[in-house]
């Protein structure tokens, strides 16, 4: 009777003795793939860190280069919506500077060179000398009040400039001057004004 007992005790501890260091192995098994993971961690976030900060930048790259093109394209649409009298002048005034050379009609200019490249620029055509202008049905006469910066003003027959303003015109005067503004005065003053047909509505 003593002995089956003894017995039964000993088969428990047996047991125990044989199934606690599996046990044990399993747990710390657990704990080092729990260690393993805890230390990923930290890089998978840095790494996931760095690639949202890569998507960021190249999304704002892209959306910088989106507003540039977007804002040329608006300075682009604007200077179209100016009348083409007002681009022509524009583009007579960066020859700022320029010499005088007789018959020139580019890096030089004479003065009806200047007003036929201005005008030329801007799609229109209307003669190459102020003769044939003043004979081009593509121009038509205007009062000095009525006449607007880009339209023509000529000194006789003979010479014709850009009208700049009540008191000055753009122009190429003479051998020996550049190209500049010149002032309107009792002595050196336009004889008629011409407007040039389709080169923008009147303001």
Same mark, same amino acid.
Request: hydrophobic share 45%; glycine share 10%.
């Given at each position: 009777?003593?002995?089956?007992?003894?017995?039964?005790?000993?088969?428990?501890?047996?047991?125990?003795?044989?199934?606690?260091? &599996?046990?044990? $192995?399993?747990?710390? *098994?657990? /704990?080092?793939?729990?260690? %393993? !993971?805890?230390? @990923? #961690?930290? +890089?998978? =976030?840095?790494?996931?860190? &760095?690639?949202? $900060?890569?998507?960021? *930048?190249? /999304?704002?790259?892209?959306? %910088? !280069?989106?507003? @540039? #093109?977007? +804002?040329? =394209?608006?300075?682009?649409?604007?200077?179209?919506?100016?009348?083409?009298?007002?681009?022509?002048?524009?583009? %007579? !005034?960066?020859?700022?500077?320029?010499?005088?050379?007789?018959?020139?009609?580019?890096?030089?200019?004479?003065?009806?060179?200047?007003?036929?490249?201005?005008?030329?620029?801007?799609?229109?055509?209307?003669?190459?000398?102020?003769?044939?202008?003043?004979?081009?049905?593509?121009?038509?006469?205007?009062?000095?009040?009525?006449?607007?910066?880009?339209?023509?003003?000529?000194?006789?027959?003979?010479?014709?400039?850009?009208?700049?303003?009540?008191?000055?015109?753009?122009?190429?005067?003479?051998?020996?001057?550049?190209?500049?503004?010149?002032?309107?005065?009792?002595?050196?003053?336009?004889?008629?004004?011409?407007?040039?047909?389709?080169?923008?509505?009147?303001?």
């Amino acid at each position: 009777m003593v002995l089956t007992f003894k017995r039964a005790l000993t088969i428990p501890f047996v047991t125990a003795v044989a199934v606690l260091p &599996a046990l044990s $192995a399993r747990q710390a *098994a657990h /704990a080092s793939a729990g260690q %393993a !993971a805890a230390a @990923t #961690a930290p +890089a998978a =976030a840095v790494s996931t860190a &760095a690639e949202d $900060a890569s998507g960021s *930048a190249a /999304a704002g790259e892209t959306a %910088a !280069a989106r507003g @540039t #093109a977007a +804002a040329h =394209a608006a300075v682009a649409a604007s200077q179209y919506r100016r009348p083409r009298r007002l681009r022509a002048y524009i583009w %007579a !005034a960066h020859q700022r500077g320029k010499p005088y050379c007789w018959g020139g009609t580019s890096g030089c200019f004479d003065c009806s060179g200047l007003v036929m490249a201005a005008y030329w620029h801007v799609g229109l055509y209307f003669g190459r000398d102020t003769f044939q202008m003043l004979s081009s049905t593509r121009i038509v006469r205007e009062s000095r009040r009525r006449a607007l910066k880009g339209d023509l003003a000529f000194y006789g027959s003979g010479h014709v400039e850009l009208v700049a303003g009540r008191r000055y015109t753009l122009g190429a005067l003479h051998s020996g001057t550049r190209i500049g503004w010149h002032r309107i005065s009792r002595w050196w003053h336009p004889t008629m004004y011409y407007r040039v047909r389709h080169s923008g509505r009147r303001y």
